[in-house]
């Protein structure tokens, strides 16, 4: 099924570029129908900044393609030091449904929780059906809408 998927660590020289195509692509198709078109319009590769994060990041690599992106780390907006976030977890529309995003998330825990880290938030869109399910299947819990 996904033997031919690499899940790593980012890297220092990583082509950034290819993980903000995947970010865009991945809104363009996932928020279709949730958030306005003009908002989506807005979007473009410099909407991203994945190089900040580079040291908290899991990446799915096949053929060498960047086609999952997880990054991590510190609560934004919260300077409780229990808590860490997941900031994203983007798979390529072309190849979800493999088991991609299961494998990167679970790497993102693992990390996590190896620096004892326990209690993990992330954002979901309310309406954004398809990740709470997702989500839900790891055992995170919704907090509030």
């Known amino acids: 099924m996904y033997s031919d998927i690499v899940i790593r660590k980012c890297k220092k020289d990583e082509n950034f570029m290819d993980i903000s195509k995947l970010y865009l692509k991945t809104w363009q198709i996932a928020y279709k129908y949730i958030l306005p078109k003009s908002f989506l319009g807005k979007m473009s590769l410099e909407t991203w900044k994945p190089k900040k994060r580079w040291k908290d990041t899991i990446i799915a690599t096949k053929d060498n393609k960047i086609v ?21 977890l983007y798979i390529d ?8 995003g299961k494998r990167i998330i679970n790497k993102a825990i693992k990390d996590l929780r190896k ?8 954002w979901v869109i309310y309406n954004n059906y398809s990740a709470i399910n997702f989500y839900k299947k790891w055992g995170l819990s919704q907090m509030e809408k």
Do not use: A
């Not at 999952?68 to 994203?88: A, H, L, M």
């Not at 620096?115 to 992330?122: D, G, M, Q, S």
């Open 93 to 100: 529309p072309e190849q979800q449904k493999l088991g991609i």
């Open 115 to 122: 620096n004892n880290y326990e209690k993990i938030l992330l």
């Open 68 to 88: 999952g992106v997880c990054s991590f780390g510190k609560i934004r907006n919260s300077n409780d030091c229990k808590f860490r976030e997941i900031y994203t």
